[in-house]
Structures are given as structure tokens and as C-alpha cells.
């Protein structure tokens, strides 16, 4: 029996990105559709459903994707909200591949620094990525400063975070400059960069300017790089004492892990990869779990 991988997609055009990956990862078969939010993934979840039956039901999976993850979200609630009983597919959300960045990044600097010992700041912290890393280092019991250039949106995403996190240790910063960006950034241990495209948080020659850190992430592939200190292709380079990973030396971790999430999903029909489960799988990849 084929592997059918269900791609929904939030945008129009439903991404060639994660059609090849899913390809590389054994799905035989994908059938994508664009355009799909609540009002009109019923049906499609049902030809999921009840098309097989139930000991059959883990060759077919779902994967929510797109460039809008609050909608990737919605989309994944309503997927959940139509099963029922052993009538259900295992499902995978990662819009904009939201989760798998943001675990890679978060694994990256857990190989260099014990996380529930360190602080951390996160630049671009209300953004899709910046926000699963906040809540992944909060997981681990890392003080994080979530930066942002609206404090009264960064106080949402920390608000969020402790709904899950009650002890969560979280502080708000205003990064509207390279100059309050250098001033959050003194004393932490950890910095990730997390904006979008085109956006330089801290120019060059400040990484030496920081005291105290050890690992610098910056998970921006298109120049300018969020930290103009890092280049795209850094894998744990040492510069001056600081551990550095750009965005494509993170990304090695980011695609197998997408690769071996999506092999999960036609292990058994109920599984639901989101932001937790997508880094406990990255911790596995990295042997760290």
C-alpha cells in the first residue's frame, strides 16, 4: 500500500519546498492543495479518513504548510477537530517551516551550553521562528529576553509561553536599533537571530563587543544576515571565542529532521508533530535526547 502524504497549504500555491522534501523523506505519493484554511478542509480530511481502513490508515498523512503559520495553526486545530475515534491520520504542521528552524537553532546552541543554566536573547522574537525558540528555551529552563520593536507584542508571545510555562523566566526588550539590540544582547549567553529577511540586528564587529556570550545563532540565509558577524555557511565556527552557526549551517539539522518527521507520520495513524515533538525528534537527531 502507497504512502500518500495530504500537503495543505495555506497560500495559493502550495510550496515545491516541502513536495521535495517529503519526496526525499519515502512519501510515494503527494496530493497538494493551496488555498485551504477551516472553512474548506473538512472534506479533504474525510477523503483522508475513509478512504482506508483503520489498520491501513497509517500509510496516509497530513502536512499543513505554508508562509502563514497563525493560519497553519488554525488549520491544524480544525484537521484535529474532525477526527474522531481510530478515524484519524498522523499530521504535521510546519508552516514556513516554522518548527523545524526553530528546533535546529535551539539544538545547535544545546551542544555548546547547558540551556538551564544560560540566558538567551532572541531578536525577531514575535516572528513565527523567533516565537518557538522563546518557547523551546523556556522548555528548558533558559532565561530569555524576547526582543522586538513592539514591546506590547512581545508581552503577547511572553504571555503565550506561560500558559504552558508557568516558571518560565521571560523579559521584554525593545530592538528597534542596532544600538538597543547591542545593549540586550550584553550579558546574555546565547543570542539567536530570528527576523525577517533583510534585517540586520547587529552589524559587523559586535560579536566581540558582547560580554559573556558563547554561541551566536543566526538563522537568516538571505544578505544582509541578521548578524553581519555570521555568514550563512558557519557550522560551530569559533570567532573570537564565540561558538557561530548560520542559517545554512543550521540547516542541515532543519532538513533531517523535517525528513525523519515526515517518516514518523506513516508510523501509526495518530501522531501530531507540532513544536514539541518536532524538537524532541531534533534532540534524537542530534544526540541529545
Do not use: W
Not at 496516509?60 to 491520520?89: C, D, Y
Not at 516554522?98 to 555548546?112: D, M, R
Not at 521562528?129 to 523556556?138: D, F, I, T
Amino acid at each position: 500500500m502507497q504512502k500518500i502524504l495530504i500537503q495543505l497549504d495555506t497560500d495559493q500555491q502550495p510550496s515545491s519546498f516541502d513536495q521535495v522534501v517529503a519526496v526525499d523523506a519515502g512519501a510515494e505519493r503527494i496530493f497538494s492543495y493551496g488555498g485551504i484554511d477551516e472553512t474548506n478542509v473538512e472534506g479533504l480530511v474525510h477523503g483522508a479518513m475513509f478512504t482506508r481502513g483503520p489498520a491501513d490508515l497509517k500509510n496516509t498523512a497530513i502536512f499543513v504548510g505554508g508562509s502563514k503559520v497563525n493560519a497553519g495553526e488554525q488549520l491544524l486545530q480544525q484537521i484535529q477537530r474532525t477526527f474522531f475515534g481510530p478515524m484519524r491520520v498522523s499530521v504535521m504542521m510546519d508552516s514556513n517551516g516554522c518548527n523545524t528552524t526553530a528546533a535546529a537553532a535551539v539544538v545547535a546552541a544545546k551542544k555548546h551550553v547547558s540551556l538551564s543554566d544560560a540566558s538567551a536573547l532572541v531578536l525577531g522574537g514575535t516572528g513565527p521562528v523567533g516565537q518557538r525558540v522563546a518557547q523551546l528555551l523556556a522548555s528548558e529552563g533558559c532565561r530569555v529576553k524576547l526582543a522586538s520593536r513592539s514591546l506590547d507584542r512581545a508581552a503577547s508571545v511572553c504571555d503565550s509561553i506561560r500558559t504552558d510555562h508557568s516558571a518560565a523566566t521571560l523579559e521584554t526588550v525593545a530592538a528597534a536599533s542596532p544600538d538597543e539590540c547591542m545593549e540586550a544582547a550584553q550579558g546574555t549567553d546565547i543570542i539567536f537571530a530570528a527576523g525577517a529577511a533583510g534585517v540586520c540586528f547587529l552589524p559587523e564587529g559586535s560579536l566581540t563587543q558582547i560580554t559573556d556570550l558563547k554561541v551566536a545563532v543566526d538563522l537568516n540565509a538571505v544578505p544582509p544576515t541578521g548578524i553581519a558577524d555570521i555568514q550563512a555557511t558557519d557550522k560551530a565556527s569559533d570567532k573570537d571565542g564565540v561558538i557561530c552557526y548560520g542559517a545554512l549551517g543550521a540547516g542541515g539539522t532543519k532538513m533531517k529532521v523535517h525528513k525523519q518527521a515526515i517518516q514518523q507520520l506513516f508510523e501509526s495513524n495518530d501522531r501530531v508533530l507540532d513544536t514539541s515533538q518536532i524538537y524532541e525528534l531534533a534532540l534524537s537527531v542530534a544526540g541529545l535526547a
